[in-house]
């Protein structure tokens, strides 16, 4: 802000040589009615001054010249500046509509994740793949070999033998009236445990073959080939990276803001690339912490080069109405009393406002206290005002 103050009749003494008395005679210069100095040009001009009179005093005659244009200089770009009103670009508020743009940071993540774990302890005596590699659903991830398992097999498998063999036995004698109907269901009930105990024995077996439970990417692997095993010990980390959704944290003030279903735009700066999403899941336990929600974007396109753990900037355009009216970000500024604004009132006099920022619409931030509709805020040339200055208005389209 400048600094309204007059200075009447400031005098700087000029020590001036006449050649045969330099130290006896001096000039006197006067400077009158310096109007509107702020303190930095006060200070400027005090330097020169006190300058002047210390080359006045060492007789210094160029020296004394050089500082006497300097001042005259000083005092006619002051008095130039006071007359010619400063050129800026204001723009007229409007009312905001619509919802409003909030951002936040999230991270991709895989729709499908899962960590594939031993059923059974053992020797893992084969590891079929590595990080990085495609698997299709029910592809052999590793093989373990289980003694217990194997030798409970072969014995039901035997029992199985046993009781198939019995039964076709008894079905001939049944069949020729030679034995008790009750004598013939017994033996088939025989039949019917040996074929459902060598059905669990050779499933037990078969989990022995680690499969990929759908098709995926293998982004770990934990296991040794050749090392022993135990049961539900992880082994694979399968992640499904043909269909990503973003993971963001809400805070809890804002969290209201949101509803399912909102638009979404995701920049990833690691690929360089912008694409849409939705909001499809609102958190609902929060953390203690940080006190923020975690959200979730879905409905992704395909992306070429969009990996798992990616950082994207996320900017959503909620449904809220906040109200309040429309102002350029660049005429916005801050300082440490908050958020201001230059304007311009009818007599293109400049004033400070303060004001109340609340999110952003576009490329607008909304402001819901300190502006009204239709006053004017300068959005170019702000950092050549003060308050109380006189400017030259160019008004710009919204």
């Given at each position: 802000m400048s600094e309204q103050r007059s200075v009447n009749s400031e005098q700087i003494i000029l020590m001036q040589s006449d050649g045969e008395h330099s130290s006896d005679h001096c000039s006197l210069i006067t400077v009158h009615s310096f109007v509107s100095l702020n303190a930095l040009f006060k200070v400027f001009v005090l330097v020169l001054g006190f300058s002047f009179l210390m080359a006045c005093q060492h007789g210094d005659k160029k020296t004394v010249e050089a500082l006497e244009g300097r001042i005259s200089q000083a005092i006619g770009v002051r008095r130039n500046s006071r007359t010619e009103p400063v050129k800026v670009s204001v723009q007229a508020v409007r009312p905001a509509e619509g919802g409003s743009l909030v951002g936040y940071v999230g991270r991709v993540e895989p729709t499908r994740s899962t960590l594939v774990s031993l059923p059974h302890g053992g020797t893992l005596v084969s590891l079929r793949v590595r990080e990085g590699q495609r698997v299709n659903k029910g592809d052999i991830l590793a093989e373990v070999r289980n003694e217990s398992l194997q030798a409970a097999y072969d014995m039901a498998a035997s029992t199985l033998h046993q009781a198939e063999d019995g039964f076709a036995r008894v079905q001939k004698v049944y069949d020729s009236?030679?034995?008790?109907?009750?004598?013939?269901?017994?033996?088939?009930?025989?039949?019917?445990?040996?074929?459902?105990?060598?059905?669990?024995?050779?499933?037990?077996?078969?989990?022995?073959?680690?499969?990929?439970?759908?098709?995926?990417?293998?982004?770990?692997?934990?296991?040794?080939?050749?090392?022993?095993v135990t049961a539900l010990a992880p082994l694979v980390r399968l992640v499904d990276v043909g269909r990503m959704e973003i993971t963001f944290a809400v805070p809890e003030g804002e969290l209201a803001s949101l509803s399912i279903g909102d638009s979404a735009t995701l920049t990833v700066p690691a690929i360089e690339k912008t694409f849409p999403a939705v909001l499809k899941v609102k958190g609902v336990v929060g953390s203690e912490l940080s006190h923020s929600y975690d959200c979730t974007l879905g409905g992704l396109p395909e992306v070429e080069g969009l990996m798992p753990g990616m950082v994207c900037k996320v900017g959503i355009t909620t449904g809220k109405r906040k109200g309040g009216v429309l102002v350029p970000a660049s005429a916005v500024m801050n300082d440490r009393e908050g958020r201001y604004v230059w304007t311009a009132d009818s007599t293109d006099i400049v004033g400070k406002r303060r004001v109340i920022v609340d999110g952003f619409s576009g490329h607008d931030v909304i402001v819901t206290a300190g502006l009204t509709e239709g006053e004017l805020v300068i959005v170019q040339g702000s950092q050549k005002v003060s308050t109380g200055m006189r400017i030259k208005a160019l008004i710009m389209k919204n």
């Open positions: 009236g030679s034995i008790t109907e009750q004598k013939y269901i017994d033996v088939q009930t025989q039949l019917e445990k040996a074929r459902s105990a060598e059905q669990a024995a050779r499933s037990a077996l078969d989990e022995c073959l680690v499969r990929a439970p759908f098709a995926a990417t293998v982004s770990e692997v934990m296991g040794h080939q050749g090392t022993q």
